[in-house]
């Protein structure tokens, strides 16, 4: 039995009546007659599927990739339709392809790995901002009226509009609004020297503060007034030779302290 086409005007032109089929499907076992006329049942209903896919096109997915989702929504639908319910096929399978299609977008096409719980709140607050836009011409709706709108916290609108920039990624390349060639990498940051510098000398402040007092001269006219070995000798009265030993014996006292704590 070949699945009827309808006549009469219908949302979907080429919707097919296949309440009848529906009804033989649900009676039928398991078994090569019930796979065709399923198969027949899901060819029949494809232009819909596809219909409802390219209201998606445009969007960072291929036509070709829609199609087949809607596909797997159709099957779905097909394959979970109960005609004893009473309700159409068609108003079954609309909404479970268009979920399907949804679900997609939601769980393959962020670039960027984002919590079901921030894309929900994400299309929340997208939806509430296009719907009150409608009733505040000329300006943005505010944080509050969207939280007002759709029942949810501030803190929740904010995230929620954080995420909609989270959709795709940025390329480093990419070149910034505003500049003549100035790409966003251009515009990073690297790590500072300074606090590698800054944590040395928080660290080797205690150890310094125990030398004997003329060990920690030598190191402050060395290192902090740029003398040589041969004038601090002088400036103190000894050999340059003694300086040498005593630098060296201070070096390894700071280093074996140093480790020993970071142990």
Same mark, same amino acid.
């Given at each position: ?24 499907? #649900? ?26 896919? @390219? ?5 960072? &997915? ?34 479970? @392809? ?8 939601? +769980? ?12 929900? $709140? ?10 009150? #836009?409608?009733?505040?011409? %000329? ?10 709108? =759709? ?11 954080? #995420?909609?920039?989270?959709?795709? #990624?940025?390329?480093? &390349?990419? &070149? ?9 990498? +251009?515009? $990073? ?15 080797? =402040? ?9 060990? *920690? ?7 902090? %007034? %740029?003398?040589?070995?041969? *004038? ?12 040498? *030993?005593?630098?060296? %014996? ?6 074996? &302290? ?6």
């Amino acid at each position: 039995m070949r699945v009827a086409t309808r006549t009469k005007p219908h949302p979907h032109d080429d919707a097919p009546d296949t309440a009848e089929a529906f009804e033989r499907l #649900a009676g039928l076992p398991e078994g090569p007659e019930r796979k065709a006329l399923r198969d027949e049942l899901i060819q029949a209903w494809l232009p819909m599927a596809e219909r409802i896919a @390219v209201r998606f096109r445009g969007r960072g &997915e291929t036509l070709e990739d829609l199609y087949q989702v809607a596909a797997l929504g159709l099957v779905k639908a097909v394959d979970h339709y109960d005609p004893a319910r009473g309700y159409a096929f068609e108003a079954y399978a609309v909404p479970t @392809v268009t979920g399907e299609i949804k679900r997609h977008f939601r +769980d393959h096409m962020w670039s960027l790995h984002v919590p079901r719980r921030i894309q929900d $709140l994400r299309n929340r607050v997208r939806r509430a901002a296009k719907e009150l #836009a409608q009733t505040t011409p %000329g300006r943005t709706p505010t944080i509050g009226e969207i939280a007002e709108y =759709t029942h949810l916290t501030t803190s929740e609108v904010r995230t929620g509009m954080e #995420a909609l920039e989270c959709f795709s #990624a940025l390329s480093l &390349e990419a &070149e910034m609004p505003g500049t003549d060639g100035y790409a966003l990498g +251009d515009a $990073l940051g690297g790590p500072d020297p300074g606090y590698d510098t800054v944590v040395d000398r928080v660290a080797v =402040t205690p150890c310094l503060q125990a030398l004997p007092e003329r060990e *920690r001269t030598i190191l402050y006219l060395r290192f902090f %007034g %740029g003398m040589t070995q041969s *004038r601090i000798a002088q400036q103190l009265g000894i050999s340059q030779m003694h300086v040498s *030993r005593l630098l060296s %014996g201070c070096f390894a006292q700071l280093r074996e &302290e140093i480790l020993t704590e970071t142990r």
